[in-house]
């Protein structure tokens, strides 16, 4: 186990380069094997949850190699087999495979995935999903089976629930089916469009990604031509905006796509932060006078419940109270008793409503990550925070933060990963 050791009340400055999207990443390795071709992405951050499905494709006899972000990965003798379930575990988006081994051999068996504990992750609307384009599917044993035994064909599928992994799960099913699938009440996150447009340069048909209509008409191959370059992570560029704005006297974070960031970048003005919105970076120049806020999570382009644990530390410094309606994940509130111990002023008396008091004088203290974005707000306060912060079972922000000890280094903050 690993465990990340912060000496906070440093100053922040300088720039910052944001990697390629977890969330892209993680759906473009699966849907990787729909292809006939070696397939090459670059921009791939350097995250745990990359290697846990390089072990993946490595069980099925897919051959990959990842340096200096870029990721190839070789499908041609690609073999059915069980999946490890060790690494399907650790992480979430091993579900994507369902869907990818759906699509390409008209089957699936996989053991119900991993990921971050931020309360209930149904995944009912995937397998309606994978149901109304003619397969089978039952769960036995952890595991879910899912057979399309006459093959898949077109479908009217109307999500209940808009859902991120459903759309893109159903994308990858619906790929080679016969006919054209038509997929309402769809996602609309950009990492949705970075998978369609994979999908389509290597000859898919997909219509409306990034709307909540989107068309799949089927084809019969799909061959790679070119590299494809992974989206900058809106995720971690408003993690590092949130924490330049905390602590920070003039951070320029780089390479982010503005408009995927606005109903962040929206709350952060609303707060007094004086953002410097340009074409591909934002500069974040040291805050003063900062407002309280209301945030409500919701499906993009709302306000992303990945944020809402990583601006936390930022509410901390607006004169009064923030409150924050999480909609998506009522119970994604694991960070608040672990920020109480470093000083933070947090409650939650109603579900899925958080407050956030000002508060200072913030101290290092011994706390936990239970999950990703709960270990980033615990980072942020710990580099706030007076003397030692030791932010335990790292691996929970290792598993999607790219270079995070050499990114914070650079922006001259004191942070070390050690053994526990
Ligand atoms: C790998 C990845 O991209 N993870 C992201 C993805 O997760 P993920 O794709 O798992 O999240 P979804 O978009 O599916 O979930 C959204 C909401 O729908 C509900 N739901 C979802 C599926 C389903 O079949 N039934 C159902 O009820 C969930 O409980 C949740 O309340 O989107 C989440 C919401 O933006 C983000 O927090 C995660 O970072
Ligand atoms: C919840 C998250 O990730 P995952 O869906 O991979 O668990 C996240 O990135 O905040």
Do not use: C, W
């Given at each position: 186990m690993k465990k990340l050791v912060i000496h906070g009340g440093r100053r922040l400055s300088g720039e910052v380069t944001i990697g390629g999207a977890k969330n892209s990443t993680v759906a473009l390795i699966p849907a990787a094997i729909l292809a006939e071709t070696p397939v090459k992405f670059d921009s791939v951050p350097d995250i745990l949850d990359v290697y846990n499905l390089q072990a993946i494709l490595n069980s099925m006899n897919v051959t990959s190699t990842f340096e200096g972000g870029e990721?190839?990965?070789?499908?041609?003798?690609?073999?059915?087999?069980?999946?490890?379930?060790?690494?399907?575990?650790?992480l979430r988006a091993s579900y994507y495979f369902m869907g990818s081994l759906l699509g390409r051999f008209g089957r699936a068996t996989v053991t119900f995935p991993?990921?971050?504990?931020?309360?209930?992750?149904?995944?009912?609307q995937h397998i309606k999903g994978f149901e109304a384009l003619g397969a089978t599917v039952h769960e036995e044993n952890d595991t879910v089976f899912i057979n399309a035994e006459n093959g898949l064909k077109a479908a009217r599928i109307f999500l209940d629930v808009v859902s991120v992994g459903a759309t893109m799960n159903i994308i990858m099913a619906a790929v080679h089916a016969e006919g054209t699938t038509v997929l309402e009440n769809a996602a609309r996150e950009p990492e949705i469009i970075d998978l369609a447009t994979f999908l389509n340069n290597m000859g898919a048909q997909i219509r409306g990604a990034g709307t909540d209509v989107i068309r799949i008409t089927g084809v019969e191959h799909l061959e790679s031509k070119n590299t494809h370059t992974i989206i900058p992570d809106r995720i971690e560029a408003g993690t590092y905006l949130a924490l330049a704005a905390?602590?920070?006297?003039?951070?320029?974070?780089?390479?982010?796509?503005?408009?995927?960031?606005?109903?962040?970048?929206?709350?952060?003005?609303?707060?007094?932060?004086?953002?410097?919105?340009?074409?591909?970076?934002?500069?974040?120049?040291?805050?003063?006078?900062?407002?309280?806020?209301?945030v409500k999570t919701a499906p993009f382009p709302g306000f992303a419940t990945d944020l809402q644990q990583p601006v936390t530390p930022l509410l901390t410094l607006a004169g009064g109270t923030s409150v924050i309606q999480e909609t998506?994940?009522?119970?994604?509130?694991?960070?608040?008793?672990?920020?109480?111990?470093?000083?933070?002023?947090?409650?939650?008396?109603?579900?899925?409503q958080i407050e956030v008091t000002q508060s200072s004088d913030f101290h290092g203290a011994r706390v936990s990550a239970a999950e990703i974005r709960a270990g980033a707000s615990l980072v942020?306060?710990?580099?706030?925070?007076?003397?030692?912060?030791?932010?335990?079972?790292?691996?929970?922000?290792?598993?999607?933060?790219?270079?995070?000890?050499?990114?914070?280094?650079?922006?001259?903050?004191?942070i070390q990963i050690a053994e526990e």
């Amino acid at each position: 186990m690993k465990k990340l050791v912060i000496h906070g009340g440093r100053r922040l400055s300088g720039e910052v380069t944001i990697g390629g999207a977890k969330n892209s990443t993680v759906a473009l390795i699966p849907a990787a094997i729909l292809a006939e071709t070696p397939v090459k992405f670059d921009s791939v951050p350097d995250i745990l949850d990359v290697y846990n499905l390089q072990a993946i494709l490595n069980s099925m006899n897919v051959t990959s190699t990842f340096e200096g972000g870029e990721l190839m990965i070789d499908p041609t003798d690609i073999v059915e087999s069980e999946l490890p379930s060790t690494a399907i575990k650790s992480l979430r988006a091993s579900y994507y495979f369902m869907g990818s081994l759906l699509g390409r051999f008209g089957r699936a068996t996989v053991t119900f995935p991993g990921g971050d504990n931020i309360g209930p992750r149904p995944i009912d609307q995937h397998i309606k999903g994978f149901e109304a384009l003619g397969a089978t599917v039952h769960e036995e044993n952890d595991t879910v089976f899912i057979n399309a035994e006459n093959g898949l064909k077109a479908a009217r599928i109307f999500l209940d629930v808009v859902s991120v992994g459903a759309t893109m799960n159903i994308i990858m099913a619906a790929v080679h089916a016969e006919g054209t699938t038509v997929l309402e009440n769809a996602a609309r996150e950009p990492e949705i469009i970075d998978l369609a447009t994979f999908l389509n340069n290597m000859g898919a048909q997909i219509r409306g990604a990034g709307t909540d209509v989107i068309r799949i008409t089927g084809v019969e191959h799909l061959e790679s031509k070119n590299t494809h370059t992974i989206i900058p992570d809106r995720i971690e560029a408003g993690t590092y905006l949130a924490l330049a704005a905390a602590q920070g006297d003039g951070v320029l974070v780089k390479n982010v796509i503005p408009e995927h960031l606005e109903s962040f970048t929206a709350k952060l003005l609303e707060m007094g932060v004086k953002l410097d919105v340009r074409e591909d970076s934002i500069y974040v120049p040291k805050s003063v006078d900062l407002q309280p806020i209301h945030v409500k999570t919701a499906p993009f382009p709302g306000f992303a419940t990945d944020l809402q644990q990583p601006v936390t530390p930022l509410l901390t410094l607006a004169g009064g109270t923030s409150v924050i309606q999480e909609t998506i994940y009522p119970e994604r509130t694991r960070h608040i008793p672990e920020l109480q111990k470093l000083g933070v002023d947090i409650s939650n008396n109603t579900y899925g409503q958080i407050e956030v008091t000002q508060s200072s004088d913030f101290h290092g203290a011994r706390v936990s990550a239970a999950e990703i974005r709960a270990g980033a707000s615990l980072v942020a306060t710990g580099l706030m925070a007076d003397g030692v912060t030791e932010v335990v079972n790292a691996e929970h922000v290792l598993r999607g933060y790219d270079h995070i000890i050499h990114k914070l280094t650079m922006l001259n903050a004191d942070i070390q990963i050690a053994e526990e």
